[in-house]
């Protein structure tokens, strides 16, 4: 078979040095001596489930050789065809030859571990990186269609009658340059002697291929510029791994594929190695405010309150006066429900949606502005600005390859988030109907040039519009004044009709407020001079993260009546009696902590009250005495089930009782009829002076309470609860490590402590020694990860800390698995923490 190259070979050289590397490949892989990792298992299970690419800890690579490891990084180009070459000789050693099928493939190895340096987002990729293997976290916003590349085409020669070969390399192959000089992109058309060529399709080899675009996660990119991107190209088994709107992290060789001419530079791009789905993982990815120990015990402390909804809701937007059920709706939205997705398929959405529709100058947009910068993720667009494919999805044309590719909107980069939706009514009736399906059915279906395929929507939405005359006329029904279809508003859980009401003591009370409010001085300004401008804004819960890694953050503010006079002492049952206001900083912690570790389940209890609501409002409607802002459906009954259950997670509740349904048909029948619920007062006799009086029983049971929060003191309850506990745990007999509870009212797991012999045994088996200073070192790092990554819970597993040990060192500097197993065991005897089976327990 002859070859069209003008090389037959690479240098020697070369070839020695590929020989020794894939050599000593060949040895880590097959090294079962090892206590950390046993790859030979690895590709048997592999070949079993019929894959192509090993995935391969750069850890245990590093603690093996570390030479070797920081080649792969700094030189991939060099050692990752080596890296495959011992990986392909193993599995011809290994396969089973009547149960594997190995011929024609090719097999690769995927990296993942701890990169240091080589760590970075598309923001930070800079030159000095090109030729390197990287590692980075983004959004998919654009995926092509997959297409065939061909490696190899075999031809053949009708007169001759014989059969050429050619390879054809371009820049997304990971091979030495001085390997590729025989190749080209031109298909022969003879053979050299003027004899015509036939392609032979049938014998010639293919790949897939993909490009795909990854930018910056809009939470993470910095206000006032434009997120950035970078280009990803997926070969064989890495396409179709993940989707626009899918939160990944790339491992891949940051490669020049050309030049460009004049200004332009070269175009650059990633070559993907391994892709790893955030999506999967707790809070889908989305940057997280670390928890510290006093802040779980103040989150835990601060829920067993009688009125903790109402000084969550009151902590809200203490700027703007009044609007306490919209504070309150908008408190359940950031808790959200519970979603429930069925064995049958079904998918029901634990997301709450609401709308505000009302007067102009009150406060919709400043509360929508509020949300933006609470919530982990946020994406903020205006009606008149946004078109229908903006918000859901779009297929664009790629201008230098002609083919389709499908462009996330809006909606579906906020997967897990939260869309704040300004002058929703100055939307299209086109595009405001495409936001229809993404409402209910939280999903992007796409069928248009050939692309067919749904993509993840599961956002909670928040609307603000103003009604069809401009201001609201209170003497016309409510549809008459709300220019929205039934179909969309029965989507909004909430719908709540803000009127600018004509009133003599609330207009003193509102000019009072917004007068206080321009009298504020910003701290160190002088009275005359131009206030200090925040350009650094912060929009994530992320923004506070390098200040709450060094202090503790606080959980009240000083109640200043220049900037909070719009948090009010409301009367009724769990209400405020005193003006306190939590700081923002620690509402986001206290909202990530409910949302994330509290799944609250129905109760009887609940159930019919929530049944009983539903059809007594069904009745009032059908009697037609009342006039609803909008149409009571079945949607109506899920609305009072998401409301109930986000009302428990306010109270870190595990189960969803009778006091969550009633607050909830409190805010619905406000929403509704504008109707303001007062809960009956308990009575009770009490003898005063001899005589017998009634008096409130909620009111005393409050006094007594909040006496007992100011002088630190225990409630019966609480003392009966901890003595139960203490019973249980002697009950026991098998004292567990310490850990702070998940829910307020669970009792504290405890560890199982049946893997000590096993690892006693791995310690006989370890060989790798650690210094004192490097082992002061690991001491240091770990703490700061228990900080600022791991919180109250103080638990890990040893493959996922390694990583965040290693996160910003040196290749010089970073630890290898069998190094830190060896750390964490010399702690361990130190009584630092506890150390089993392969996890971390903080003591």
Known sequence: ???????????????????????????????????????????????????????????????????????????????????????????????????????????????????????????????HQI?????????????????????????????????????????????????????????????????????????????????????????????????????????????????????IQMVGVFKSSGGGQGARGFSTSIIANNVILLSSKQGGGIAQSPLTDTDIRNINKLSKRRNIFNLLSQSLAPSIYGSDHIKQAILLLLLGGEEKNLKNGAHIRGDIN????????????????????????????????????????????????????????????????????????KMSEVDRVAIHEVMEQQTVTIAKAGIHTSLNARCSVIAAANPIYGQ???????????????????????????????DEQRDR?????????????????????????????????????????????????????????????????????????LSIAFVKKYIQYAKNRCHPVLTKAAADWIVSVYSGLRNDDLAGNQKKTSPLTARTLETLIRLSTAHAKA??????????????????RFALFKEVVRPE?????????????EVDADEEEEDVEEEGEEEGGVSDEQRRRAQEKSRRLEGDGQPGPSRQPVQGDDAEDDVDMDGAEAALAQDELSTTDISAERLDMFQSRLDHVFTTSLGADGIVEMTELVPMINEGLTNEDMFGTGEARVALEKMGERNMIMFSEGTVYKL
């Open 651 to 668: 109270r870190l509740s595990t189960n969803v009782d009778e006091r969550d349904a009633i607050a909830a048909e409190e805010i619905l």
């Open 681 to 693: 007062r308990r009575k009770k006799r009490k003898l005063v002076n001899g005589q017998s009086i």
């Open 472 to 502: 609201y006329d209170v003497h016309k029904d409510p549809h008459r004044n709300i220019a929205l279809p039934d179909s969309l508003l029965s989507r909004f859980d909430l719908l709540f009709v803000v009127t600018d009401d004509t």
């Open 509 to 581: 009370a509102i000019s009072e407020h917004v007068l206080r409010m321009h009298r504020y001085l910003q701290p160190g300004v002088e009275e005359g001079q131009p206030p200090v401008e925040n350009l650094v804004q912060h929009l994530d819960v992320g923004g506070e993260e390098a200040e709450s890694r060094t202090t503790e953050t606080p959980v009240f503010e000083k109640f200043n009546p220049l900037l909070h006079g719009g948090v009010t002492t409301s009367s009724g049952r769990g209400a405020n009696k005193k003006k306190e206001v």
């Open 354 to 425: 609401v709308l505000m529709v009302g007067d102009p100058s009150t406060a919709k947009s400043q509360m929508l502005r509020f949300v933006l910068n609470t919530a982990p993720l946020a994406i903020a667009t205006t009606g008149r600005g946004s078109s229908g494919v903006g918000l859901t999805a779009a297929v664009t044309t790629d201008k230098d390859t002609g083919e389709r590719r499908l462009e996330a909107g809006a909606m579906v980069l906020a997967d897990r988030g939260v869309v704040c939706i300004d002058e929703f009514d």
């Open 1 to 127: 078979m002859a070859e069209f190259s003008t090389q037959d070979a690479a240098p020697i050289l070369a070839d020695d040095l590929m020989r020794d590397r894939a050599r000593q490949f060949v040895e880590f892989l097959d090294d079962e001596t090892q206590t950390n990792y046993n790859y030979r298992e690895a590709i048997r299970r592999m070949l079993d489930i019929e894959q192509v690419r090993l995935i391969v800890n750069l850890d245990d690579l590093r603690d093996y050789d570390r030479t070797y490891a920081d080649g792969i990084l700094l030189e991939p180009m060099a050692y990752l065809p080596a890296f495959d070459a011992a990986l392909l000789q193993l599995v011809q050693a290994i396969h089973d030859p009547i149960k594997h099928r190995i011929a024609g493939n090719e097999y690769y190895v995927g990296l993942r571990g701890s990169f240091g340096q080589q760590h970075c987002n598309p923001r930070t990729l800079r030159s």
């Open 131 to 247: 030729g390197k293997m990287v590692s980075l976290e983004g959004i998919v916003t654009r995926c092509s269609l997959v297409r065939p590349k061909m490696l190899k085409s075999i031809h053949y020669a009708p007169k001759t009658q014989k059969f050429h070969s050619r390879s054809y390399h371009d820049a997304t192959i990971i091979a030495p340059s001085s390997t590729l000089t025989g190749s080209t992109t031109v298909i022969p058309q003879d053979d050299g002697e003027g004899n015509p060529l036939l392609m032979e399709y049938g014998l010639s080899t293919f790949r897939d291929h993909q490009t795909i675009n990854i930018q910056e996660m809009p939470e993470r990119a910095p206000a006032g510029q434009l997120p950035r991107g970078v280009e990803v190209v997926l070969a064989d088994d890495l396409v179709d791994c993940c989707k626009p709107g899918d939160r």
